[in-house]
């Protein structure tokens, strides 16, 4: 056995609901590997479970893993917000909804996140940024406002594969995102954060 397996052996088991949404993003969807998957979302379900938020704007659904798993520590009357710019995935999306009971406890917007997010008028507890990677520090700063003082910011893939460690002339978009973003809150005084190595990076930040 090695040190992965006996993590992962001492580590709480994934909702079944959850195995079959990953089997049928793979079998259906492009680009399978954006799902959060296992690990990471026992993670994120515990942290929402500690937080216990009112509400969560997650920014980029894909097939709804991570919704379910932030879904899955809201308060009695919480609800998720979670954006999504490909409408073609409603089905899966809905269906997953509707199997792990959550469909009354989540809002999904179809569209553009730079579009949709000044239209929420809402206070979040936990803001979840897992789109495109280009657009993470136009994110950042569009939901900053609409964080309370003392709530959360987590922003996934923030190694982006151990590429932001490349020299800044062979960067492609995505990866200069992503370094511009973490350069910049870690400089900004607003927030106290922490870079966490689980799966491709996961920044956590608390507005002061
Ligand atoms: C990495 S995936 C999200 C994975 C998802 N959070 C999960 O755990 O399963 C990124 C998603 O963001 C969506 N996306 C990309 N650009 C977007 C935008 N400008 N507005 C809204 N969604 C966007 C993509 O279509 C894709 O489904």
Redesign the pocket.
């Known amino acids: 056995m090695n040190i992965k397996e006996y993590i992962l052996n001492h580590t709480e088991k994934e909702d079944p609901v959850l195995t079959e949404l990953t089997r049928e993003t793979n079998l259906k969807v492009l680009k399978p590997r ?3 998957g296992y690990y990471q979302g026992i993670f994120i379900q515990l942290i929402s479970k500690m937080i216990q938020p009112k509400n969560i704007l ?10 379910i798993c932030w879904a899955k520590g809201l308060k009695k009357d919480g609800i998720i917000d979670t ?4 409408d073609e ?1 409603e089905p899966i999306i809905n269906k997953y909804f509707i199997k792990s009971g959550i469909e009354k406890k989540v809002k999904v917007h179809f ?4 579009k ?1 997010i000044p239209e929420i008028n809402k206070t979040f507890d936990i803001v ?1 940024i ?3 990677k280009t ?1 993470y520090l136009n994110y950042y700063n569009l939901v900053f406002n609409k964080v309370k003082k003392g709530a959360y910011i987590i922003v ?2 923030v190694l982006w594969n151990g590429k932001v460690l490349n020299n800044n002339d062979e960067l492609d978009e995505s990866t200069r995102g992503i370094k511009i973003f973490n350069d910049f809150v870690q400089s900004d005084e607003r927030v106290e954060n922490i870079l966490l190595n689980i799966r491709d990076g996961l920044m956590i930040l608390r507005k002061k």
């Open positions: 954006m799902l959060t997650e920014i980029g659904t894909y097939t709804g893993y991570s919704a954006i999504e710019i490909k995935l569209g553009n996140a730079l949709i979840f897992d789109a495109d657009n996934d893939n």
